[in-house]
């Protein structure tokens, strides 16, 4: 799930560095919408996290 920071914050699963009030970065859902109810983050509708292109698909295993 790809937010954007309201208020600074600090989550160890993002990063070792504090996030900033409108920087946009990547989580997982279920942590993304706890940060969304506390009111310290919102969700990002498409778009890119901090200009990089969005990340390829996940190749999937072939059936043997």
Known sequence: MLMKAI???HVSAVG???IQPGQ???IN???GAILHERGLA????GG???GYP???PTPR???K
């Open 16 to 18: 070792p560095d504090n």
């Open 24 to 26: 946009t970065f990547e």
């Open 29 to 31: 859902d279920g942590d």
């Open 42 to 45: 919102v969700p990002v509708e």
């Open 54 to 56: 969005d990340p390829a």
């Open 48 to 50: 890119s996290v901090e």
């Open 7 to 9: 208020d600074t914050l």
């Open 61 to 63: 295993a072939r059936a």
